[in-house]
């Protein structure tokens, strides 16, 4: 688990006025494999982060969604809706990789408009962050 503990860590380091969601006791006994940060109070943009259920494969998606008003309603009902709240989301770039401890990942899929192919050699963890995030 250090792997999606430093992920999440460098996320928030990486945009430093971001802020990861948090969802309500309700969910508390389910295991988490996903994750959802805001970068900015006043942007329409979501960093979604999925975790395979070994720990190494990951996907970090920058989901788009109409306005910022809808964003944040939709955030206002994450903690108790779950990720079900946030299925209106575009995905406008997704990167897919294996992540290497402590600070290196490989890139196994890419989509969208994305600056980084798929099968390159190792890359660190900011530079996928400056690749994923929105225009």
Do not use: W
């Amino acid at each position: 688990m250090k792997s999606i503990e430093s992920l999440r860590t460098e996320i928030k380091a990486f945009y430093q006025t971001s802020k990861e969601l948090t969802l309500s006791e309700k969910f508390v006994k389910h295991r988490q494999f996903n994750y959802y940060f805001q970068i900015n109070t006043d942007t329409p943009y979501l960093l979604y982060l999925n975790m395979g259920e070994e720990g190494i494969r990951f996907t970090l998606k920058c989901l788009e969604f109409p306005d910022v008003s809808t964003l944040q309603m939709l955030i206002a009902n994450y903690p108790h809706l779950g990720s079900s709240s946030f299925n209106m989301g575009h995905p406008i770039k997704a990167v897919s990789f294996l992540y290497h401890f402590p600070n290196t990942i490989s890139i196994t899929e890419v989509r969208g408009n994305v600056a980084i192919e798929a099968g390159n050699t190792e890359i660190s963890i900011a530079e996928l962050l400056e690749v994923i995030a929105p225009n």
